[in-house]
């Protein structure tokens, strides 16, 4: 082993894994709304990405699969700790002995409203994904659709959809009455 933790064989990892690591678990804390469970998925995506370190870093872009595999991983996330607070709410409406509600997640460091953080995590897991791809990591609509395995209207009628419900979330606009 090496001072830094990674392998002589796996020569490039250290330097690509420091590199890219915040990246990644700043996305998917956004993606996810929760900075632990984020590093949790990123930990797992640069692990699987260790195990084929040697194909990975002939790749033009080795983190645009990184980042694939820990939004898969985060998906995969989020569904489970959907059924599971739905499960809850279950038992607490069941009568004494429920389990209490889960807290929400609470990690809007990474962004500078809380609103906002609130208003992305109540979007659907698919306009999150495209929301955070195309503005956080920078991506063009076309990458994400070839990213994400569909159709490029998918992704920007996706992206409208998001917006429109983002721009209503965090409307601050009080209607005026001109007749008063």
Not at 56 to 73: M, N, Q, T
Not at 92 to 114: D, F, I, K, T
Not at 129 to 152: F, G, K, N, S, T
Not at 169 to 180: I, K, T
């Amino acid at each position: 082993m090496e001072a830094d933790g990674f392998a002589a064989g796996d020569a490039g990892f250290a330097e690509f894994y420091h590199g890219s690591y915040q990246r990644i678990v700043t996305l998917v804390a956004v993606l996810l709304g929760d900075q632990h469970e984020a590093q949790d998925v990123a930990q797992e995506a640069f692990s699987r990405a260790l195990g084929c370190w040697q194909r990975l870093r002939k790749y033009d872009v080795p983190e645009a699969w990184v980042r694939k595999v820990a939004f898969r991983i985060a998906v995969d996330t989020g569904r489970r700790t959907r059924r599971r607070r739905l499960l809850q709410a279950r038992l607490a409406r069941s009568g004494p002995g429920g389990v209490p509600e889960a807290a929400p997640p609470a990690s809007a460091a990474q962004l500078e409203s809380p609103r906002l953080v609130e208003a992305l995590t109540a979007l659907p897991m698919a306009q999150r994904e495209v929301i955070v791809l195309h503005y956080l990591a920078d991506l063009p609509v076309e990458q994400i659709a070839r990213d994400l395995a569909v159709p490029l209207s998918t992704v920007k009628s996706r992206l409208v959809a998001a917006r429109r419900r983002l721009a209503a979330a965090l409307s601050d606009e009080v209607e005026v009455n001109p007749n008063v």
